[in-house]
């Protein structure tokens, strides 16, 4: 008898989904295609020298741990960089604070495992990083959003929200993933004193923090909540989750990210990882540290700053130049991305087809909506292609707009 695999599934994997969008971007894979879709780094800027040289000292000096089983909560020399590393940006805290993880991603699913019962709502921004949804949509929860504008949540909204007692709040507050904006310091401020009156954890997901292009660079909301309880030295053991990554400073290949966070629920979320993958790949994190440990990465992030401030500033000014004056677009003073707002009535969807006709792709932005909507929207990387890519990809795209726009 042949197997029908989807009468065995669990009720939970009805919610996962193909997505429709991914498909799409199948077909951006073909050379002639310029694709702003992906999230990727810039392969130019990969450390592959620093890497090939660390790996070679660990396979010869430490290579009977660095091909080992190693503990759940992570190889401790890089839990100790990442706390020197917290403390040098303002948040006090120690070694089981730190959780070292395969990714961000494994640890927002580590998270939902954790955390979300079916049905339990989640307060999330409006649009949010389509990962965490895709992380959290097999744990069965139900998403509530905050209305936002160029600033981050507006407070009124937000605190209304935190009412309805979701289980737990999602923010991006620097450079987001989808839209490049920023909280500024008064709404991130506001985020840690609602969180913290209503009594719902934060967990701040901040891949891009270290990536800005200009302005200052503002307190984590962790920060401020260590700081609101006076918890500005030693361990911390606030209300925030704070998640944080190697894939966009050093390598995504790597698949190594850190969460910071209060000892219980680190040691939690250590329990759940242990029934996930034991540990992080030991030989990677080993090669993290080497590569790390004196400083290599404050510089080479200086090098990335200024590939992707230079490529940032090509895709403003192609739009500004190419695109029809019914358009508007973010201007994120950091990351990777950037967002575009059509006229209402158009789809983006829709017009990925066409789009793909003239050779460039995006991200159409109603996938980031948990709760539908942002048809008129998508998203633009600027990090991976190189400036004249950029300049002839907007070109292409503002010619798809120019004839098929309502
Ligand atoms: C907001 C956000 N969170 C998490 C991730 C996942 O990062 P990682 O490569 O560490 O799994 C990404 C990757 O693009 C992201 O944009």
Known sequence: METNWSSHYAKRTNRMKASAIRELLKLTEKPEVISFGGGLPAPEVFPVEAVAKACDRVLKDYSEKALQYGTTEGFNPLREMIVADAKKRGLSCDIDNVLVSSGSQQALDLIGKVFIDPGDKILVENPTYLGALQAWNSYECDYIT??????????????????????????IPNFQNPTGISFTLERRKKVVELADKYGIPIIEDDPYG?????????????QLDSEMRGQEKGQYNGNVIYLSTFSKILAPGLRLAW?????????????????????????????????????????????????????????????EEHCPKTISWTHPEGGLFLWVTLPEGNDAAKLMIEA???????????????????????????????????????????????????
């Open 146 to 171: 905050v209305k936002s504008d160029e600033h981050g949540m507006l407070p009124e909204s937000l605190e209304e929200k935190l009412k309805q007692h979701p289980k737990l709040m999602y923010v």
């Open 210 to 222: 270290r990536l800005r292009y200009e302005g200052k660079d503002l307190p984590s909301i962790a």
């Open 259 to 319: 969460s910071i966070g209060a000892v219980e629920a680190i040691s939690k979320l250590a329990q759940a990882k242990q029934g996930v993958d034991l540990n992080t790949s030991t030989f990677n994190q080993l090669i993290a540290y080497e590569v790390g440990k004196d400083g290599f990465i404050d510089q080479h992030i200086e090098v990335i700053r200024k590939v992707y401030h230079e490529r940032r500033d090509v895709m403003l000014d192609a739009l």
């Open 356 to 406: 793909l006709k003239e050779n460039v792709a995006y991200v159409p932005g109603g996938s980031f909506h948990s709760l539908g909507g942002g048809d008129n929207t998508m998203r633009l990387n600027f990090s991976f292609s190189n400036p004249q890519t950029i300049n002839e990809g907007i070109s292409r795209l503002a010619r798809v707009f120019k004839t098929h726009l309502k």
